[in-house]
């Protein structure tokens, strides 16, 4: 119990330092419905700069996030009864995706996902899983919404970095060092 309180600690501290980082505005249901995402063309491609901006956030968001995970398994998973780090960043990327523009879901590459909702969901997620599982170390997408505004989709690589991650997926012990067995995959507002 003690494990689950510190590592529980330990995400809503993530989740505090996200809530500062993160986009301000809220949507609701109805205006999420009504956007329709496609590739954005060169005509109506944001700037450089402002894609650059976004995925300068995805690498910090990423970092943070990647780093939590580490972190918390490392000090606070014991054994096989305590909360599992993968499975608060599930938890934590659910409650940012439902709370304003940033989305973010943790997804298997393995084709053996630990909960079934861990698969990709699209084309786009797809593309990124194939193209890390080939050595990419990123897979990115413009996006142009209904409204005019853009979206970056990006996705990152996930790879084993600790024997603990075993105790929970077994099949990953087979895996080689710093080959990916999942992505997170992003999608954050291009301003």
């Known amino acids: 119990m003690k494990s689950f309180v510190c590592a529980f600690s330990g995400v809503a501290l993530l989740g505090t330092t996200l809530a500062l980082v993160s986009t301000p505005w809220q949507n609701s249901i109805a205006q999420e419905k009504d ?57 934590l990327f659910k409650n940012v995706s439902e709370s304003g523009e940033n ?10 996902p630990y909960e079934p909702e861990n698969v990709a969901k699209n084309d786009f997620e797809r593309e990124g899983i194939r193209r890390i599982k080939a050595g990419a170390a990123t897979h990115e997408q413009v ?5 005019g505004s853009h979206q970056l989709r990006m996705v990152t690589a996930v790879p084993v970095v600790m024997e603990k991650c ?26």
Do not use: W
Request: contains cysteine; proline residues 4%.
């Open 35 to 91: 956007k329709v995402a496609k590739p954005a063309d060169e005509t109506t491609k944001p700037s450089e700069k402002a894609i650059e901006r976004s995925r300068k956030t995805v690498r910090m968001l990423d970092n943070i996030f990647k780093q939590t995970i580490v972190m918390v398994t490392d000090k606070y998973v014991h054994d096989d009864d305590d909360f599992a780090a993968g499975s608060a960043a599930v938890l």
């Open 166 to 191: 075993i105790m929970c997926h077994a099949h990953y012990a087979d895996v080689k060092p710093g080959e990916a067995i999942g992505v997170i995959s992003y999608t954050i507002p291009i301003e």
């Open 103 to 112: 989305k973010v879901r943790l997804l298997d590459a393995t084709g053996d």
């Open 143 to 147: 996006v142009a919404l209904k409204d």
